[in-house]
């Protein structure tokens, strides 16, 4: 039960902290609002427990006999983000309805393949559990990945909304886009560092 409630904590300082799907998530919401972007928190908490349910089945063993694995997601995941992030930044003018972001469930549920910091978490928390059978871990960190990142996830959208309003002035959301696509390209080249 330690195990599992250090688990919760350290998936709760992920997914609090900002990071790609945090971001995402926000500056969706703050361009079509809370409601409409629930399905894009359904999709990065499926994706989440779909690349946990990879890593338990053996990807986490890919990873950890193949480095070519982990460089190519490294660079892969971030040269989308970086990507992403410029977009954001060159897109401000563009208006807050169309944030040029993945939205949607299938495209945050993609999202979460490509995303390094996804995959460093799921990889730490399968490899911080005691040693038992695939399907007892799956089912025994189920609940915290459905849970805790479903309410995270929520927490930045409701933020992305109540922020909307201020943000509907051009210029302060012209640079709130720069500043958050500047944010997520920083943090994937921090990656490579």
Known sequence: MATLSGI?????????????????VMRTSMGVGFVRTLPAVLGAVLGGIVLLAAVIAGAGAVFATWSLARTLILATGSLYLTWLGVRL????REGPADPKLPIGTAALFGFQFINPKGWVMV?????AMPAADAVHTFFDLLPLFLVIPAACLMAWA????????????????????????????????????
């Open 123 to 127: 990889l730490t928390v399968v490899a």
């Open 89 to 92: 930044m060159l897109s401000a």
């Open 8 to 24: 919760g904590l350290l998936l709760f300082v992920a997914a609090t902290t900002p990071g790609p799907n945090n971001l995402v």
């Open 158 to 193: 409701g933020l992305g909304a109540v922020l909307a309003r201020p943000l509907a002035r051009p210029m302060v959301r012209i640079w709130t886009d720069r500043v958050l696509g500047s944010l997520l390209a920083a943090s994937a080249l921090l990656l490579f560092v």
